[in-house]
């Protein structure tokens, strides 16, 4: 079987392709499972006849939620192979789950937070996942991508929670070059925002600086090697 998140629906055509051409067995949240958020860091499970409550999450971002049905719905395929594991062992698994550098919380006061967005739409859900943790405040970001990322679409997705975006490079010769200049409408407001400081060191400190100034967060991200 396949499963698979929620989707846009040109992605989710190519999924549904790709399951028929393997003959293989669909499943989509929101469809066939699904999940509820509860208060703090939970969800309850949601399926046809099989459902689980008060799922506890260790991980932060709201979009673990979807992960951790995601995950859920795997280990109830796995009954039909004859791997059957109980609803405690699957809460526990959830619970214990950690990934370093997934809305990784290392600090407070001020907050500083490592995320490895790398793309639009791990850019989008990471600003989603701000606007639940600290509402309408904007931070100061900290941003290193890859030479072949879409360094504009990363970047018009974290304008949306910005103060500042102070733009470093990560220790690779992979790294998107700083030189390169990325053209934004004057719509896009965003220009102004932006601060260059190739040292990744000093531009984690002047991030956390500037978010320590401004009462608010600082977040790390663009690449796993940030």
């Known amino acids: 079987p396949v499963l698979s998140g929620r989707q846009p629906d040109k992605v989710k055509q190519i999924i549904e392709k790709h399951a028929l051409d393997k003959k293989a067995t669909l499943y989509l949240c929101g469809r066939d ?47 039909k192979s004859g791997i059957n594991s109980g609803d405690d062992v699957i809460k526990s698994g959830i619970k214990k789950t ?23 739409g791990g ?60 053209y934004f409408s004057y719509d896009d407001n965003i220009e102004r925002n932006i601060k260059i400081i190739p040292d990744i060191k000093e531009a984690t400190r002047e991030g956390i600086r500037l978010a320590k100034k401004n009462e608010t967060f600082c977040i790390i991200t663009g690449s796993l090697y940030t």
């Open 33 to 79: 499972f699904d999940f509820i958020s509860l208060k703090e860091k939970g969800i309850r499970y949601k399926s046809n006849g099989e459902n689980m409550d008060n799922i506890c999450l260790t991980l932060e971002g709201e979009f673990q939620k979807e992960n951790a049905a995601l995950a859920v719905a795997a280990i109830k395929m796995l009954k």
């Open 98 to 120: 950690f990934v370093p550098g997934r809305f990784e919380v290392m600090r407070s006061n001020p907050y500083v937070i490592l995320d490895c967005a790398h793309n639009p």
């Open 123 to 182: 850019a989008k859900k990471l600003v989603e996942s701000l606007q639940n943790f600290f509402g309408n405040t904007d931070g100061v970001f900290v941003v290193g991508m890859m030479n072949n990322k879409d360094v504009k679409g990363i970047l018009l997705e974290l304008a949306k929670k910005s103060l500042k975006i102070i733009l470093t490079k990560p220790d690779t010769e992979r790294a998107f070059d700083l030189n390169y200049k990325v």
